[in-house]
């Protein structure tokens, strides 16, 4: 009689370690479906988008609008460079080149005055008792509840020459005729603060929070002050929401479009009124995504910089 031939039974530990991968492999489809709709939402909406503003800013454009299919690097090179009608001479474009560095230079300066003005308001806000900050975190996004243009409209109003302001300031007996702010730069960098104000308030918020008070109460003891604990305590402590609070500000008040257009009546552009433009009444489409996709580099390259300082911070502890 033949022996059946020998063959050795599966040992359990491998079959445990079949039925764990078939669990992870389940578990990761799982996660990719329920990812699907969001991710073919950011696709439809945002990266189809993007790639079109990209093809079309290396176009020529055409001669009533939309774009020849003509590779072409004049738009990025008319954006830094001019050239001459007669000589053909190349000289620095410093038309846009201010526009940009305006662009920037009220950003910027709107982030740091939004800083100024909300780093107390959230601390404020975070030192009260418990059950009435959410009151004053009501007050704070309460101008969100009201459409952006709307709240535009309502600034434009109160700083004009015969506006809010002008009007109390003319009655104090402190000035004896009204104070021109509205179109200017002045304009545009009050109409962006007051927009994105609560986005630095909540982060700080977030932060300052969680801050434990007695660490405060124990440099007061140790005779430390005022200023040495804003600066060694607070401030370190606060620095997430420092960063992120600046960064929800810079970069929407880099690409504004409805402030300085309404504010800044239409003679003290930014890149988002420069983009705008390019669309609507210039008809060079090709201009108008270089420019956009240079603000984006910009953008990309202050966030990979703070990446990449965030990430040095964290290594030296």
């Known amino acids: 009689m033949v022996a059946p031939a020998d063959i050795s039974p599966t040992s359990d530990s491998q079959k445990l370690a079949r039925a764990r991968q078939i669990d992870a ?23 189809m988008p993007l790639s079109i503003t990209l093809v079309y800013s ?58 100024i003005l909300g780093f107390p308001t959230a601390y404020y806000i975070a030192s009260k008792p418990a059950h009435q900050r959410n009151f004053w975190l009501f007050l704070i996004t309460l101008p969100f509840w009201t459409n952006l243009l709307i709240r535009t409209y309502a600034m434009l109003i109160i700083i004009r020459d015969q506006g809010v302001i002008n009007l109390a300031l003319m009655n104090a007996g402190i000035i004896d005729k009204p104070i021109s702010i509205l179109y200017t730069d002045t304009a545009v960098f009050i109409g962006l603060i007051y927009s994105y104000l609560p986005f630095m308030v909540l982060p700080l918020y977030a932060s300052l929070e969680k801050l434990d008070l007695r660490l405060i109460e124990a440099a007061y003891d140790l005779y430390a002050s005022r200023f040495k ?37 239409g003679k003290k552009l930014m890149i988002g009124n420069l983009i705008a433009i390019q669309f609507g009444s210039s008809r060079n489409w090709p201009f108008g995504s270089a420019a956009a996709l240079i603000l984006m580099a910009v953008v990309m390259l202050a966030l990979l910089l703070y990446v990449r300082h965030g990430a040095k911070g964290a290594r030296h502890g």
């Open 25 to 47: 492999r389940r578990k990761r489809n799982t996660r990719l479906y329920l990812l699907l709709p969001g991710l073919v939402i950011i696709g439809l909406f945002g990266l």
């Open 58 to 115: 290396f176009l020529k454009p055409g001669s009533y609008g939309g774009v020849e299919w003509v590779f072409s690097l004049d738009a990025y090179v008319q954006f830094f460079v001019e050239r001459d009608i007669f000589d053909d001479t190349l000289s620095p474009n410093w038309a846009y080149i201010s526009i940009f560095s305006r662009s920037i230079g009220l950003s910027f300066g709107a982030t740091l005055g939004a800083l």
């Open 229 to 265: 604990v804003l600066t060694k305590i607070i401030l370190p402590l606060a620095k997430p929401g420092i960063v992120a609070g600046c960064i929800l500000v810079f970069i929407p008040g880099l690409g504004a479009y409805i402030t300085p257009e309404l504010l800044g009546g």
